[in-house]
T-cell receptor, first 114, second 117 residues
Framework: ETGVTQTPRHLVMGMTNKKSLKCEQH?????MYWYKQSAKKPLELMFV???????ENNSVPSRFSPECPNSSHLFLHLHTLQPEDSALYLC?????????????FGPGTRLTVT | AQKVTQAQTEISVVEKEDVTLDCVYE???????LFWYKQPPSGELVFLIR??????QNEISGRYSWNFQKSTSSFNFTITASQVVDSAVYFC??????????????FGKGTMLLVSP
């Protein structure tokens, strides 16, 4: 596989379910990101991991729990979600250096909370 | 605070027309980076270009060209001879210098481009 992959591509879950989104990057990057994209809203940065350490949490509700076991893998654990959490969740990765490099995105997971 | 404005919500053109997507940004930093991404209906954001604040040269890549003007804080994107496959949402984004080792992108709201045959 190449680039950034995400599984599953589509997920329907009830408000009481627990599920996880997975992201894997094959680019040798050390920074990984979770974004949320809702209809008619700008992309919202949720979390940033740099060399496996969480460096940013943009006031994300605790029902979203990220995990980064190594620089290639990123998870987003979901529990007791709300219907307004339905969105496209995008994972991205980038080189980690003193410059600002472009982020490469995965195809996203389309989440529907019922 | 950083801000990216893409005033055009949706643009419709007929194939072979040229189209320009506008991007205006705000930042207090003297060193910053600008990006364009394409998001086709499949959902994945595709990186198109990165430009740093010290490089005001315009760039051309095939049918794509970018016009960076610091004086007007704009980074516009032109597609020449548009094709149906260009139909997508296009995002402009801004990042400060990544001294922390990673980049935090501020995205505009995107411009949806519809190219009809």
């Amino acid at each position: 596989e190449t680039g950034v992959t995400q599984t599953p591509r589509h997920l329907v879950m009830g408000m009481t379910n627990k599920k996880s989104l997975k992201c894997e990057q094959h680019l040798g990057h050390n920074a990984m990101y979770w974004y949320k994209q809702s209809a008619k809203k700008p992309l919202e940065l949720m979390f940033v991991y740099n060399f496996k350490e969480q460096t940013e949490n943009n006031s994300v509700p605790s029902r979203f729990s990220p995990e980064c076991p190594n620089s290639s893998h990123l998870f987003l654990h979901l529990h007791t979600l709300q219907p307004e959490d339905s969105a496209l969740y995008l994972c991205a990765s980038s080189v980690s250096s003193g410059y600002s490099y472009e982020q490469y995105f995965g195809p996203g997971t389309r989440l529907t909370v019922t | 605070a950083q801000k990216v404005t893409q005033a055009q919500t949706e643009i419709s053109v007929v194939e072979k027309e040229d189209v320009t997507l506008d991007c205006v940004y705000e930042t207090r930093d003297t060193t910053y980076y600008l990006f364009w991404y394409k998001q086709p209906p499949s959902g994945e954001l595709v990186f198109l270009i990165r430009r740093n604040s010290f490089d005001e040269q315009n760039e051309i890549s095939g049918r794509y060209s970018w016009n960076f003007q610091k004086s007007t804080s704009s980074f516009n994107f032109t597609i020449t001879a548009s094709q149906v496959v260009d139909s997508a949402v296009y995002f402009c984004a801004l990042s400060e210098a990544g001294y922390s080792g990673y980049s935090t992108l501020t995205f505009g709201k995107g411009t949806m481009l519809l190219v009809s045959p």
